[in-house]
């Protein structure tokens, strides 16, 4: 099993520019959720996707989308990448227990 | 908004000595997690604690809940180098919404 697995590790845009962060899982878990951590801080919860099919927002998703592409997947665009976006995502999933699996983070930087 | 805050921010001992963080939350929970991530990877789950306990175990890790002072904390028995890290905890309210504090950057001195 991998897990959790994000593409791509690293990635530099330009203010303006878009992309997708991509993640899926292996572990048939239900709920999927992609994190913001920035320096000193904790992570803060951006969308989330219970089930196959259903997106929420979490704390903090202005400037994201999101598409919960089937079970495993569950991937996260900037349509317009601000400075203020620069940060390491985490993607993490959850099946049945209340434990949340993460995976290895996408650092993100916004020129 | 944060719903923990870990304490202290920062943490530095000797191997061997035991390691103590404190999180305190604002509203009610289902359950408390902590959770370890070591610099530059993911969150790893350490431990669950439910409302309804007060006191759990895991190894070298003894998490207590008092949900009167909405305040939990992590204790690390003879903590070793490779304990190193940040420790958080997240809260889980009950649509099971968590919120993580900022954490605690663990140093264990060889």
Not at chain 1, 2 to 21: D, E, H, N, R
Not at chain 1, 49 to 56: R, V
Request: hydrophobic fraction near 30%.
């Amino acid at each position: 099993n991998a897990g959790v697995t994000q593409t791509p590790k690293f990635q530099v845009l330009k203010t303006g520019q878009s992309m997708t962060l991509q993640c899926a899982q292996d572990m048939n878990h239900n709920s999927m959720y992609w994190y913001r951590q920035d320096p000193g801080m904790g992570l803060r919860l951006i969308y989330y996707s219970a089930s196959e099919g259903t997106t929420d927002k979490g704390e903090v998703p202005n400037g994201y989308n999101v598409s919960r592409l089937n079970k495993r997947e569950f991937s996260l665009r900037l349509e317009s990448a601000a400075p203020s976006q620069t940060s390491v995502y985490f993607c993490a999933s959850r099946g049945n227990s209340y434990e949340q699996y993460f995976g290895p983070g996408t650092r993100l930087t916004v020129t | 908004s944060q719903q923990g805050e870990e304490d202290p921010q920062a943490l530095s001992i000797q191997e061997g000595e035991n390691a103590t963080m404190n999180c305190s939350y604002k509203t009610s929970i289902n359950n408390l997690q902590w959770y370890r991530q070591n610099s530059g990877r993911g969150l790893v789950h350490l431990i669950l604690i439910r409302s309804n306990e007060r006191e759990k175990h895991s190894g070298r890790l003894r998490v207590t809940l008092d949900t009167s002072k909405k305040s939990s904390s992590l204790l690390i028995t003879a903590s070793r180098a490779a304990d190193t890290a940040s420790y958080f905890c997240a809260t889980a309210g009950i649509f099971n919404d968590m919120r993580f504090g900022a954490g605690t950057r663990l140093t264990v001195k060889p």
